[in-house]
């Protein structure tokens, strides 16, 4: 089935389910931020779930581009979703202001990607980070492995650090999926948190090809019992990027939803996409 060309009533029935879980309160009680990118050629992007959070573009060459029906991104499109984001280069970043008494101990990322070029070293791009990433330490992100990485190429890994300090190893867990992604593919991807939970649900990845035929790949992973907080080290959001802009996404994003509870696998947003 292609969504571009389904019924009118189909895609707006779509765009409502979407869309019920942001309504009445729980639009303040679980949902950070939901951008759709749907503004057109402009450098501020709402939160389309009503939140008060807009991201603006901080740096780089990036733009909001029209979906067509092929290539990349082709995969996204819908009546109701007709723009995405595209990061051309690796130094761009959109900046959301974070909620400085905001305590992260359960969250899900939500987001559709398209990977244009990977890494061809062992470092990594980021989809979508929170904090600093320095000497005054980060909070987390979710990103994939360069092609050089140990852990092997393109693996969707969610970070996140436990405990007070800088960035660094003793400091933080990452959390490696086994997910790959191909360059040149249109994505549904998530991770489902609750740092308080050490078990294998407490951190649950998604990864879905769209378009494909192939189920929903869903990943349980455990983490350390010592790793049971997430330290709150600036809380600002970056989408495609960290704040040092050395880990940049070249590709498009869209559909970036941040919720703050671990939404069970009935509740993501790619149900109303299959």
Not at 109 to 114: D, N, T
Not at 155 to 177: C, E, H, K, M
């Amino acid at each position: 089935m292609k969504f571009s060309k389904a019924p009118l009533w189909i895609s707006s029935l779509l765009a409502c389910a979407l869309l019920l879980p942001f309504s009445g309160t729980a639009i303040a009680e679980e949902v950070f931020g939901f951008w759709r990118f749907e503004e057109g050629k402009s450098d501020n992007f709402p939160s389309a779930s009503g939140a008060e959070q807009t991201g603006k573009v901080e740096s780089g060459k990036i733009k909001s581009v029209d979906l067509s029906a092929e290539g990349a991104g082709a995969k996204f499109r819908t009546t109701e979703n007709q723009h995405a984001i595209r990061f051309p280069e690796e130094d761009g970043s959109i900046l959301i202001p974070g909620d400085p008494a905001l305590e992260w101990k359960a969250l899900t990322i939500e987001s559709l990607v398209h990977l244009s070029a990977s890494r061809a070293d062992a470092s990594g791009q980021t989809v979508i980070s929170c904090g600093s990433f320095d000497k005054d330490g980060g909070t987390w992100m979710l990103g994939i492995t360069g092609d050089q990485s140990t852990r092997g190429a393109r693996r969707l890994v969610f970070s996140y650090q436990f405990q007070p300090g800088p960035w660094a190893t003793a400091n933080r867990v990452a959390i490696d999926s086994g997910i790959q992604l191909q360059t040149g593919k249109d994505y549904y991807i998530a991770v489902a948190v609750n740092v308080e939970d050490p078990s294998k649900e407490g951190i649950i990845f998604y990864a879905k090809e769209l378009g494909s035929k192939e189920p929903m790949i869903v990943v349980r992973r455990d983490h350390p019992e010592e790793a049971v907080t997430i330290a709150s080290n600036g809380n600002d959001i970056r989408i495609g990027n960290l704040k040092s802009l050395r880990s940049g996404w070249v590709g498009l994003i869209d559909e970036v939803k941040i919720t703050k509870r671990q939404l069970s696998e009935d509740e993501l947003f790619v149900k109303t996409l299959q």
